[in-house]
């Protein structure tokens, strides 16, 4: 069964800092992965999404994400921060026809700091 | 375009009461769809997903269960609820490739 560990809790950085969130999956095949974006008390966005191909993927709001096979890795990016970027991120790997092996990491919460 | 909805946004229960929370999609057909708990704190636990009506699967033993009696319509129930059912309930659909998409979200208080 695949599993995703999100090593960071909560992290805090300064407005304009720069941003990585650490994501990490087990599965034995190649995995689709997402990350998600969830305001508080809201429903969750998504950021972006790695199915195939390139490893370096563009989302919303100016983040990347890059998928290494070796690490079994896909850690989120961005270059500056914004305030308004604070909120609770969530690494996901997908797999299974009908998607119910769906899992999520634990999530990571993000303070930016002005 | 597609837009997920359900209601109510905030529900306050005693314990022992029953519970019903409605996901509804608009602007696609036969989606997947999915519900989800998500304690104070912790990440998001599929609890259910359906792939047609009266298609239910059941992730983790509950106190809940699920009902899909339309093709866009998925609704939450319980008979009695537990201070443990508190948390943030979210539907979700999918349809074709891998990505969900998820409504607002319900906030549920047992007391």
């Known amino acids: 069964a695949q599993s995703v560990t999100q090593p960071d809790i909560h992290i805090t950085v300064s407005e304009g800092a720069s941003l990585e969130l650490r994501c990490n999956y087990s599965?034995?095949?190649?995995?689709?992965l997402f990350w998600y974006v969830q305001s508080p008390g809201q429903g969750l966005q998504l950021l972006l999404k790695y199915f195939s191909g390139d490893t370096l993927v563009q989302g919303i709001k100016g983040f990347e994400a890059e998928f290494k096979r070796s690490q079994s890795s896909f850690n989120l990016r961005k270059p500056s921060v914004h305030w308004s970027d604070a909120a609770e991120y969530f690494c996901?790997?997908?797999?299974?026809?009908?998607?119910?092996?769906?899992?999520f990491g634990p999530g990571t919460r993000l303070s930016v700091l002005p | 375009s597609q837009t997920i909805h359900q209601w109510p946004a905030t529900l306050v229960q005693p314990v022992g009461s029953p519970l019903s929370l409605e996901c509804t999609v608009e602007g696609t057909s036969n989606p997947n769809l999915y519900w989800y708990r998500q304690a104070a704190g912790r990440g998001l636990q599929l609890l259910f997903y359906?792939?047609?009506?009266?298609?239910i699967s059941s992730e983790v033993p509950q106190n809940l269960s699920a009902s899909r009696p339309q093709d866009r319509q998925f609704i939450l129930s319980s008979k009695k609820l537990l201070l443990s059912d508190s948390g943030f309930y979210l539907c979700?659909?999918?349809?074709?490739?891998?990505?969900?998409?998820f409504g607002p979200g319900t906030r549920l208080t047992v007391l």
């Open positions: 979700a659909w999918r349809f074709g490739r891998w990505e969900q998409f």
């Open positions: 599965y034995g095949a190649t995995p689709y």
């Open positions: 359906s792939i047609g009506i009266d298609q």
């Open positions: 996901a790997v997908g797999a299974g026809n009908y998607g119910q092996n769906f899992v």
